[in-house]
């Protein structure tokens, strides 16, 4: 079952300038100036008049699935922001329409230029001119109608982002991300922050869902439960299942008992830490030398627990980024690299007002040399020895393009993070990504792919 279309007769409101300001599909004018004006309109969606978001089981079976009904309901309530419509934030809309959301605003402040329509696929020709935000409303409406797609034009400020549980930048400067973070971590209860940018084959993401972030389900499994076969009575007590039934549970696991004959003070529902586990018995954290004997039976069950995340300020993680995920364990030296070089771009931007100029040697240099800054200003994540100009050099080269294989990758990657910000579904990333796939860069495939002919001969002659 599909999205149903917009009904005849949606469309977009258009202001004295001809232009279309702060509007849902299918809403009333005087609901168009309460949007523009920053006021709550209610429209879209479904909901059974109690505040909590009803579940469209044929449409959302395969979510209902993964997510379960209680993280459903919190993603159907959420208000997302997505800032920059670049083909990196169209990929993030497109991803937050479809996994059903409760409303998706775009912003952006800038209008369609041609460059645009090599990374967007909702603009065409016809757009060039527009509001690159509301140039995307109509399509990506399409895409789910139970979502409501809004368009908001103007330069954001603090002010705007308190409607919303999780906002998303693709485009913006480093000072005024810290200002929008700052805002965010302080805001009660606190909205979750993501900065991320496209930039030819390098990527970015970071991710600040607040001081404290509740996940309800880190690994989203199935409780593990167990067979029962014995019982000691001893300080700690051993736990043995049924010789065929191999344990799941790991030390720090909490557990419960139920149905357990002869010792039945273990029966109370309360759960009991593992301190020791192997394939078929755990130790428990409990003294059971003056309970009952065991005699037969029993389950135990594990307790899944609600985890507390701690994230890092925007400015803190850019002093102290901690430990990059690695993509690539052959380029373990890498992440440091790249997150200087965003750095100096940020700078390159902020002093000359644009991008890196294609193949431009003068303005690589730049972005060489304040990644050098940058490098030389860190203390305890410096990087030893001559940094690799010619990746820095590459980096600076395309730093403009968004190309769309690398927006449906960062894409899908930042859609799954609002997703998990939302629902309190998963462990998200915490709290810096950066990814490169230079290997696909002209020059490098051919060295690759002239390094495997030799093999690729061999292996034709072997078969």
């Known amino acids: 079952m599909l999205p149903t279309k917009r009904a005849e007769g949606d469309e977009d409101r258009l202001d004295s300038d001809g232009g279309v300001k702060k509007v849902r599909i299918g809403e009333s004018a005087v609901g168009a ?16 008049g109690s505040g909590v978001a009803e579940i469209d089981e044929d449409l959302h079976s395969r979510q209902l699935a993964v997510y379960g009904r209680e993280a459903m309901r919190r993603l159907f309530a959420s208000n997302v922001l997505i800032s920059g419509l670049n083909g990196l934030g169209a990929e993030i809309a497109k991803n937050l329409a479809l996994a059903g959301v409760k409303s998706v605003t775009l912003h952006d402040a800038g209008n369609v230029e ?61 000072d005024k991300a810290f200002e ?7 805001h009660q209860p606190p909205i979750c922050f993501i900065k991320t940018e496209v930039c030819g084959l390098f990527g970015s993401v970071f991710c600040d869902f607040g001081p404290e972030f509740t996940v309800h389900d880190i690994d989203g499994e199935d409780p593990h439960t167990g067979i029962i076969a014995s019982i000691t009575n001893d300080n700690p007590a051993t736990v043995y299942s049924v ?24 029966n109370d529902g309360k759960p009991r830490k593992i301190i020791r586990s192997r394939l078929y018995s755990f130790c428990i954290d409990e003294d059971t030398s003056n309970f009952g004997i065991y005699t037969k039976g029993g389950i135990v069950t594990q307790v899944k627990e609600q985890s507390i995340l701690q994230f890092k300020s925007l400015r803190d993680s850019i002093r102290e980024p901690g430990n990059f995920p690695l993509s690539d364990c052959l380029k373990f030296d890498r992440p440091p690299l790249l997150h200087f070089a965003f750095l100096a771009l940020d700078k390159f931007r902020k002093e000359f007002g644009r991008f890196p100029a294609v193949g431009c040697g003068q303005d690589a240099q730049r972005i060489v040399e304040f990644t050098a800054s940058f490098n030389e200003a860190t203390i305890d994540y410096r990087i030893e020895g001559k940094l690799d ?6 980096f600076a080269s395309g730093s403009r393009a968004v190309l769309n294989p690398m927006a449906a990758i960062f894409g899908g990657i930042v859609g799954q993070e609002v997703v998990k910000a939302c629902s309190g579904k998963f462990h998200p990333l915490y709290q810096v990504i950066v990814m490169d796939y230079k290997i696909f860069y002209a020059t490098q495939v051919c060295c690759y792919l002239t390094k495997m002919l030799p093999l690729s001969v061999l292996l034709l002659r072997v078969y």
């Not at 929008?180 to 302080?186: A, E, L, M, T, V």
Request: net charge negative.
């Open 33 to 48: 100036e309460a949007m523009v004006a920053g006021e709550e309109v209610s429209g879209g969606g479904s909901g059974n």
């Open 114 to 174: 041609m460059w645009d329509l090599s990374g967007n696929f909702f603009l065409s020709e016809d757009d060039i001119g527009n509001n690159r935000a509301v140039s995307c409303v109509a399509k990506l409406q399409e895409l789910n109608n139970a979502v409501n797609i809004s368009a908001l034009r103007e330069e954001l400020a603090t002010k705007h982002l308190s409607k919303f549980q999780a906002v998303v930048f693709t485009d913006i400067s480093m």
């Open 180 to 186: 929008f973070d700052d805002y965010c971590r302080s």
């Open 243 to 266: 010789d065929d039934e191999r344990l799941d549970f790991q030390e720090g696991d909490l557990v419960v008992f139920s149905e357990v004959q002869g010792m039945t003070e273990l």
């Open 389 to 394: 100009e010619k990746l820095l050099r590459l």
